[in-house]
């Protein structure tokens, strides 16, 4: 009898050292590590430019907007530490003779006011377009973004039937759920 107690522990002993001999799942992830791009030279937007041909006050005018990059202006840097080049927006409103009414360049401090410190610091005048005309007054949509995202501040730009300029921050998401809403004309990036 003590034969096969003692055969019956030794095939305990082996079942329970062949349990514990599976390989412990680790628990841990191993991700790969991201290596950043390292930054290159000052990054510019194209240059854009806008024309339309507008009715205001029952007259006709042709709006032009023009965006350039500056390299007089200062440069802003995202978290990794790539330069961008902040833009230089020209408006220019001609009356159907050809005569200029309004001609005015904006760069980001015309905006300063409407910004919070993160924009003034890290953004870039982006986009300027005609948006309608609106009484006396014609209307334009503008940008301040973070360069590359999606991130921006939108302002509204309106030009008097005087001349006088008025600027605000956008508080109104537009959908275009009406045609007269819609910025329309003729764009082009220019090359």
Known sequence: M????????????????????????????????????KPQGPIRMQEYKQTKDINWLGRP??????????DSLRMVKDEYGQQF????ITLRILRSDGSTFFNRSFTKAA??????????????????????????QMVFAASVCHPQTDEYI???VTVSSQGEVGI?????????????????????EVD
């Not at 005018?61 to 965006?67: A, D, F, G, S």
């Not at 080049?85 to 230089?88: I, Q």
């Not at 924009?119 to 982006?126: K, Q």
């Open 85 to 88: 080049v902040d833009n230089r």
């Open 111 to 136: 905006f300063e006011n409407y910004l919070d410190d993160d924009y003034r610091r890290t953004g870039i005048l982006e986009g300027f377009v005609y948006d309608k005309v609106e009484g006396a």
């Open 61 to 70: 005018y042709q709006v032009e907007v023009l965006r350039v990059s500056d």
């Open 2 to 37: 003590r034969k096969y107690q003692v055969l019956t522990v030794i095939v305990l002993a082996t079942m329970l050292m062949a349990g514990c001999g599976k390989k412990k799942q680790a628990e841990d992830i191993i991700v790969p590590k991201v290596e950043v791009a």
């Open 168 to 188: 605000r921050r956008d508080t109104e998401m537009d959908t275009y759920g009406n045609e007269e809403s819609q910025p329309q004309g003729k764009s082009t």
């Open 154 to 156: 939108p302002l509204v």
